[in-house]
């Protein structure tokens, strides 16, 4: 599975690559005053306005710093597209299906987006599914809902 690799915290996380449309470097962020902590604002990306998810903060309770290295993944999903803030895009990785495990926190409801675990030689990355990310996070329809507003009144 070929898969963009990235930070948050110390940690190593994964998406793979068909959720992935651009990896950008961060931009000025507009901030949205009332939304859930986790949603740093919305930025343009190709034309389209899209919100920015901060995945440390959605994991650590701790800002992505923003810095050189962050990075923001444009994903789309069958919801909507959105920005996920990260420490840095390490690398696009392929990962073979025979070191994917499954983790035992799949069946706890708020951690549901860790699809499984690439167990490699050196080194651990957790895979997270895009999609399971926005059904377990509180208040991803207020932010379905302020993205439709946006785009109808653009």
């Known amino acids: ?82 920005g996920l803030a990260v420490h840095d895009a390490k690398e696009i990785l392929e990962i073979p299906s025979e070191a994917l495990q499954q983790v035992g926190l799949v069946a706890y409801h708020k951690t549901k987006y860790f699809s499984s675990i690439a167990n490699l030689q050196d080194r651990l990355i957790t895979m997270i599914d895009p999609d399971e990310l926005l059904n377990v996070l509180d208040g991803v329809k207020e932010i379905r809902n302020y993205m439709i507003e946006l785009q109808q009144e653009a």
Not at 15 to 28: F, H, T
Not at 31 to 47: E, N
Not at 48 to 71: G, H, K, Q
């Open 1 to 82: 599975m070929t898969s963009v690799v990235f930070s948050a915290g110390n940690e190593e996380y994964a998406i793979p690559v068909q959720y992935i449309i651009s990896i950008e470097k961060m931009e000025e962020i507009n901030p949205i005053p009332h939304l859930p902590s986790y949603v740093r604002g919305v930025v343009r990306s190709r034309d389209e306005l899209i919100p920015v998810l901060d995945l440390a903060t959605i994991l650590y309770e701790s800002a992505t710093p923003m810095n050189m290295e962050a990075r923001l993944l444009v994903i789309q999903t069958k919801e909507f597209s959105y």
